[in-house]
C-alpha cells in the first residue's frame, strides 16, 4: 500500500481535509464527513418529542440535536474500537484510522470519553424519567457490535438502539413513558431495519468473505421484498403511535409523503446495485423530516384540542 492509500480521500478534502492533520484521523473516527448518522440517531428522539405535542419545550429539539451528535459520534469511535481487526480485512473500511494505525487505541478511548461528557451535559437537561429511559439504552449500545458475529439480523439490534431516542423524547416532555412513543419505538426500529439492510448491500461480498453476518447476506435477492415488509411495518407502528394521540382517522394522513417515500426506496431496491443502495439509504434522511413534520402536525393539533376542550 503506497503513503497516499494510508489516508482516505476525506481526510484530504472537504470537512476533515481542512481540519489540522493531527485532528483528522479523530474526526475521521467520529465520521465527520458523514453526518447522515447524526441524522438517522437524532430522527425518532425528535419525531417523540413532536408527537408529545413540544409542550412549549423547543429548546428540546436543539439539546437532543447536540446529544444524537455526540452519542452516534462516541458510538462510531467505540464500534471502531471493538472492530479494528475486521476493518482491517474490508476493502471499504481498511483505511479507518485505527484500521490501519494512524491513531491510537489510547486516543480513541479518550475521544470516546469525551464524546459521552458531550452526552452527559445534555441528559443533564432531561426530567427524571427521561434520564432513565436514556440511560437504559446504554448496554444495547454496548453490545451492538458484536452482533455481527452472532446473528444474521444485527440491523434489528441497531433499530433496537437507533430509535431509542423515540422512548426518550416523549418522557422529556411529559414525564411519563406512555403507549404511544413504545409504539413510535417500534414503527422506529422496522425502519432502521429497512434502511440499514440497504447500507449493508455494499458490504455483501467482503462481509461474506470474513464472515460477517447481515439482513443483506440473509435476504439476498428478496431484499427488495425485505425492505418493502419493514417498512410497512414502519408505517403500522408509526400509524398506531398517531392514532393514540389523534384519534380522528385523517390525521393517519399526515403519514401519507413519508409512506410514498418509503415506497419509492423499496421500488428501487437493487441488491445487485451497491451504489444506487447507498443513495436510497441517505434518502431516509429526507424521510425522517416527512415523518417529523407528520408528528409535528399531530402533536401540536392534539395539544390544541386539548386545551380548547
Known sequence: MSAIETVPDSER?????????????????????????????????????????????????????????????AGCVYNDIVDRDLDRQVYRTRLRPL???????????????????????????????????????????????????????????????????AIVGWPAVTGTIDPAPLWLWAGSLAWVVGY?????????????L??????????????????GIFYALALAGWSVAI???????????????????LGWQAVRTDPTNPAGALALFRSNRTCGLLVFLAMLSVGLSAENLSATG
Not at 425528535?46 to 409542550?55: F, H, Q, R, T, Y
Not at 449493508?200 to 461474506?208: G, K, L, P, T, V
Not at 453476518?213 to 421484498?225: D, Q
Open 13 to 73: 478534502r472537504g470537512l476533515i481535509g481542512g481540519l489540522p492533520a493531527p485532528l483528522r484521523p479523530l474526526a475521521s473516527l467520529m465520521r465527520l464527513d458523514r453526518p447522515i448518522g447524526c441524522w438517522l440517531l437524532y430522527w425518532p428522539c425528535a419525531w417523540s418529542v413532536a408527537l408529545a405535542g413540544v409542550g412549549g419545550q423547543w429548546a428540546l429539539f436543539a439539546w437532543l440535536g447536540l446529544g444524537a451528535f455526540a452519542m452516534r459520534s
Open 99 to 165: 484500521a490501519n494505525g494512524r491513531t491510537s487505541l489510547a486516543a480513541a478511548w479518550t475521544l470516546a470519553i469525551a464524546l459521552c461528557l458531550v452526552g452527559l451535559v445534555v441528559l443533564l437537561q432531561l426530567g427524571r424519567t427521561a434520564q432513565i429511559a436514556a440511560l437504559a439504552s446504554l448496554l444495547p449500545v454496548a453490545a451492538y457490535p458484536f452482533m455481527k458475529r452472532i446473528t444474521w439480523w444485527p440491523q434489528a439490534w441497531l433499530g433496537l438502539v437507533f430509535s431509542w431516542g
Open 196 to 208: 440499514d439492510t440497504l447500507y449493508a448491500i455494499q458490504d455483501i461480498e467482503d462481509d461474506a
Open 210 to 227: 470474513v464472515g460477517v453476518k447481515s439482513s443483506a447476506r440473509r435476504l439476498g435477492r428478496h431484499a427488495a421484498l425485505g425492505v
Open 243 to 261: 392514532h393514540l394521540v389523534d384519534a380522528r382517522p385523517l390525521a393517519l394522513l399526515a403519514l401519507l409523503p413519508a409512506a410514498l417515500h
